[in-house]
């Protein structure tokens, strides 16, 4: 904690602010979070954690603000990691599972694969016996595992994967080879220097048949001296915008021999002769179950860093004053930023969107829980639907998140550039995951996949659960019915907006489509040719999911102070989406919404923004982050901005007072001979 500050203009400005809010701040953290139980427990957590790394005392300069070289910010990531790690382990809780302490996505810790990705491929893919002996040694902290699937050359093509693992008779065991250069494995989180065995995506070959990519077992590093088995060539990737406290790394392997138990075989064997068989039961794309998992919760990531981001920007926004209103008259009081409307509007927005994304986090999350429950039993029915639900929500996410949280950054000026703000690490770690896990760009296309297949039977009894609300015939030329502005605060108005625009763009781009393919363009040319109309059409349907999911999250709150606000900040979202963002024109192209009705919209989006700034403290602090975590100069929970900065500043290894290679070296070697050119002196 460190010692009290002293009071001063900024800590009374933020008091002051956060006294102005309407509602049970509790009330709304509790819902966040599941339960009061569930907040307690997530509290404890996070504040033992912080005890074990001596960061409670926000006087301090973070570590990971001192040492900044690609060795001491690894060598932060594991102490971290591992501090994060022994607590879940010894209090049995999953906190830390899917966000480390400092609200990074797990993959940010040398040890945050191995719950999620390397013992959750053992879940779903080994058999019983497989399970019942590696699962034991993972659960009780004595493995750490990566996941080993990208290549220097393949990416969200898994068929293409280059790794081979050829069966041998002789030995009962697999040898794994990296056969070119590009089938090096590349980027996998602690891969570099950390994990101690992998889960290895490679070509399966036996009796000179490639039967295609399955997962295997291989042990890495001898797990007393931490060096690499025989055969296999590991290291770091180098320094990244962000997630440089863990090593993302890459591996080669040469003539690298496993048993063969340590293919996982819950879906297909291989016997010691060499012949192969396949499970009859099982979905062609089984193994992307943990992939599907994976992208439900990283929806969840985004909404915690897109809040992240904004609660440091709205705090910094609240106490710093600086000019006034135009046209007002001059009285010497300087304007806090969050009043312009230029500033509110902005992080009212993405504040907005971070909790659409948390409410699309649980909808996405219902989906695969469902899709896993059917696949205990060996149905697969749901198994495109969820696939293409998620990567589409995935793809709007991490979008939004990314964007959002640069765009926060942006909104505290100069401030926000430092690194001290917390705010280039949060961005450039949301930015990632626009990539983690499938491309935007390609997810995108493949909840697309799904609506164009679907489109010429939208008036089927048999929709898949998530187009069910397209049931109908789309009729050209239909026009918004709202009469009056308040209208457009109902949420049947804004689902009905939200709805006409999703049929008509899925069926537009099917129309091209199939007109395309109709007039000699293969499949594939006609996909290219209208892919961007396709990307817009998966949007549109993702953000009526997500409305629907909001609209439906509001609904079941109890608190009425809490509900009326929320309420408000589910309009908010709805109509900033339809005037704002790269794919507003698409609400009104068609005339479906007239320029009297876009700007009543934009009337009730300003008298949204002047009931919710009283309460946009409130609203970031629900999150429940804490001062360590957040590791802001500017973004601390008491708004005491200036004296940190400056504080945290002072302690910057370049400003010590042993300043010899800085002063010392930089001034003799650079800065005099510059200054005395020719020999002429000042």
Request: hydrophobic share 40%.
């Amino acid at each position: 904690m460190g010692p009290e500050p002293e009071e001063n203009a900024q800590i009374r400005l933020m008091r002051k602010a956060r006294g102005r809010t309407s509602f049970p701040v509790e009330d709304l953290t509790t819902f966040i979070y599941g339960s009061p139980e569930t907040v307690q427990k997530r509290r404890a957590a996070w504040h033992r954690v912080e005890l074990a790394l001596d960061s409670t005392d926000t006087t301090k300069l973070p570590p990971q603000y001192a040492k900044t070289s690609r060795e001491d910010l690894y060598l932060d990531g594991l102490r971290m990691g591992k501090a994060a790690w022994d607590d879940q382990l010894q209090h049995d809780h999953a906190f830390f599972e899917w966000l480390t302490p400092r609200y990074t996505a797990c993959n940010a810790s040398p040890f945050g694969l191995t719950a999620i990705f390397f013992a959750r491929t053992i879940e779903l893919m080994g058999s019983p016996e497989q399970k019942s002996k590696w699962l034991p040694l993972i659960q009780s902290g004595h493995i750490n595992g990566a996941y080993a699937q990208t290549e220097l050359g393949h990416g969200s093509f898994v068929r293409g994967l280059e790794t081979t693992a050829t069966f041998d008779p002789a030995s009962d065991s697999f040898v794994v080879n990296s056969p070119t250069l590009t089938s090096t494995k590349f980027w996998p989180g602690a891969l570099g220097f950390s994990a101690t065995h992998a889960v290895l995506m490679a070509k399966l070959i036996t009796r000179d048949k490639d039967h295609g990519v399955h997962p295997f077992i291989v042990p890495l590093r001898d797990p007393e001296t931490g060096k690499p088995m025989e055969g296999i060539e590991l290291g770091d990737v180098g320094p990244k915008p962000s997630y440089n406290q863990t090593d993302n790394g890459y591996a080669r392997f040469d003539n690298v021999s496993i048993p063969r138990s340590n293919m996982l075989m819950g879906h297909a064997t291989v016997s010691s002769d060499g012949s192969y068989q396949k499970r009859p039961d099982v979905h062609v794309k089984a193994a992307y179950g943990s992939m599907l998992r994976t992208r439900a919760k990283m929806i969840w990531i985004c909404a915690v860093q897109l809040a992240a981001a904004v609660a440091i920007a709205v705090r910094y926004s609240t106490v710093r004053q600086q000019g006034t209103l135009p046209y007002a008259e001059a009285d010497g009081t300087e304007t806090a930023i969050i009043h312009y409307r230029s500033q509110n509007s902005r992080l009212l927005t993405h504040l907005s969107r971070a909790y659409a994304i948390l409410f699309a986090s649980r909808r996405a999350n219902d989906i695969y829980q469902d899709f896993e429950s059917r696949q205990a039993t060996r149905d697969f029915s749901t198994m495109t639907e969820t696939h293409a639900v998620l990567s589409g929500i995935k793809a709007w996410a991490t979008t939004l998140a990314a964007d959002g949280a640069e765009d926060a950054r942006k909104s505290c000026g100069a401030a926000g550039y430092l690194a001290i703000s917390g705010l280039p690490e949060l961005v450039q770690s949301a930015t990632a995951l626009c990539t983690l896990e499938g491309e935007n760009y390609v997810l995108w296309q493949q909840a697309a996949r799904e609506l164009v297949k679907w489109a010429p039977k939208l008036s089927s009894n048999n929709l898949p659960s998530a187009l069910r609300y397209l049931a109908g015939k789309y009729t050209p030329g239909q026009k918004c019915t709202a009469t009056i502005p308040t209208a457009f605060l109902l949420p049947e108005t804004q689902l009905e907006i939200f709805k006409h625009r999703s049929r008509r763009l899925i069926s537009k781009s099917h129309r091209l489509f199939s007109a395309s393919v109709s007039s000699g363009d293969s499949p594939s040319q006609a996909w290219n040719n209208n892919v961007t109309l396709l990307i817009s059409a998966a949007r549109a349907h993702v953000e009526y999911l997500v409305l629907q999911a909001f609209i439906a999250s509001v609904s079941s709150m109890t608190t009425s102070p809490l509900k009326t606000t929320m309420t408000n900040l589910c309009s908010l979202f709805a109509l900033t989406t339809i005037i704002t963002g790269e794919a507003h024109c698409t609400f009104s192209e068609d005339g479906y919404l007239s320029e009297t009705q876009l700007d009543a919209v934009r009337a009730q989006v300003n008298a949204l923004l002047d009931t919710l700034v009283p309460d946009a403290v409130g609203l970031t602090d629900a999150w429940d982050f804490t001062d360590a975590g957040l590791a802001s100069a500017i973004g601390m929970r008491d708004g005491d901005v200036y004296a940190r900065v400056m504080a945290w500043t002072r302690q910057l290894p370049v400003n010590s007072s042993d300043q010899q290679v800085v002063v010392g070296r930089g001034w003799d070697e650079f800065i005099r001979p510059a200054l005395n050119r020719g020999g002429r002196k000042l």
